[in-house]
């Protein structure tokens, strides 16, 4: 079976996050902002995820975290919680 890691920031508004997305493409980094603004329990461990199978996040989050590239922060993706900045950390 497949299983992916990744980490993610979930923020209210889609202008909050395309805002820190420009930040960490100008280089700030993802688990500080993940930390800062994350209304994700995650947040605090910098918006990481662990390891995770198809079907065990909602389908949004699915398709992009199981056919994204990964080290690539992707978003916004919108779901029924908000916003997400996906950074797909590794896949098998």
């Known amino acids: 079976m497949t299983t992916a890691s990744a980490r ?3 923020v209210k508004s889609k202008e909050e996050c395309e805002n820190l997305k420009s930040q960490i ?3 700030s980094d993802f688990g ?3 930390k ?3 209304q994700c329990p995650s947040g605090r461990a910098g918006g ?3 390891e995770f199978g198809p079907g065990q996040m909602v389908r949004e ?3 992009v975290v199981f056919s994204g590239e990964v080290g690539k922060v992707h978003g916004p993706v919108k779901t ?3 916003y997400h900045l996906i950074e797909i950390t590794q896949r098998s």
């Open 32 to 34: 500080d902002l993940a």
């Open 36 to 38: 800062q603004h994350s």
């Open 80 to 82: 029924q919680f908000g």
């Open 61 to 63: 989050f699915d398709e």
């Open 48 to 50: 990481a995820l662990g």
């Open 25 to 27: 493409e100008n280089g």
């Open 8 to 10: 993610h920031i979930l």
